[in-house]
């Protein structure tokens, strides 16, 4: 079974300054993926980010930065230079991917408030 | 571009309705997926379909049906429904081994 906590219910940064949203994970499969999904206000569901449990180097995406340390079964989210619109719940998720039947597991989620 | 889409997005049940929620993706992905997310929480499977003509129970499948009708579309139906199934419902799909989740915009369902 897989598992994934998210220990930061909510969480608060000022404009412009790094923010890490800490996830950790449990697991015996031996290839996952773990994933971050933004959702602001709306509700829509979008997704940032993506490191495999094989890859070498930590995934990045623009202001988006994926802090994974397999052994400490951790994967922090950390986003560089806050905007206003960074305000969102943000949720961790893993899934098995070395097949099709993989499901996705999601924690339950870190509210940011970014404050001007 | 489409995408996922769910219909409806908002709906109201007295307790013991029935109804469907429906779904259709455009993107020719294998495996869909059915969440419910309660408020401040995360979102928990209720089925999934991994290919067409498959089906298989997640997390919290009691009280919902499926049916993977073809590779488009994944219905989740509430037979009788119940205030405990008051939730926002995400459906879901995504290529198959890898890749991200692509989502709906979400369903309200709310049972009174």
């Known amino acids: 079974a897989q598992k994934i906590t998210q220990t930061q219910p909510g969480m608060f940064v000022q404009e412009k300054e790094a923010v890490t949203l800490d996830c950790t994970y449990d697991?015996?499969?031996?290839?996952?993926?773990l994933f971050w999904y933004k959702q602001p206000s709306s509700g829509e569901m979008i997704f940032l980010i993506y490191?495999?449990?094989?890859?070498?180097q930590n995934a990045t995406e623009g202001r988006y930065s994926l802090n994974f340390q397999k052994a400490r079964k951790s994967a922090n989210l950390v986003i560089s230079a806050s905007q206003l619109g960074d305000s969102a719940m943000y949720f961790c998720?893993?899934?098995?991917?070395?097949?099709?039947?993989?499901?996705?597991?999601f924690g339950d989620g870190t509210t940011l408030t970014v404050k001007p | 571009n489409a995408g996922v889409t769910q219909t409806p997005k908002f709906q109201v049940l007295k307790t013991g309705q029935s109804m469907t929620l429906q779904c259709a993706q455009d993107m020719n992905h294998n495996s869909m997926y059915w969440y419910r997310q309660d408020p401040g929480m995360g979102l928990r499977l209720i089925y999934y379909?991994?290919?067409?003509?498959?089906?298989d129970k997640g997390e919290v499948p009691n009280g919902y049906n499926v049916s993977r009708l073809n590779k488009r579309e994944f219905s989740l139906r509430l037979e009788s429904a119940a205030p405990s199934q008051t939730s926002v419902y995400f459906c879901a799909s995504n290529p198959g081994t890898t890749g991200e989740l692509f989502f709906g915009e979400g369903s309200r369902l709310t049972v009174l």
């Open positions: 697991t015996s499969d031996p290839s996952y993926g």
């Open positions: 998720a893993m899934r098995r991917v070395d097949t099709n039947a993989g499901k996705s597991t």
């Open positions: 490191q495999g449990s094989y890859d070498q």
């Open positions: 379909s991994a290919s067409e003509g498959t089906t």
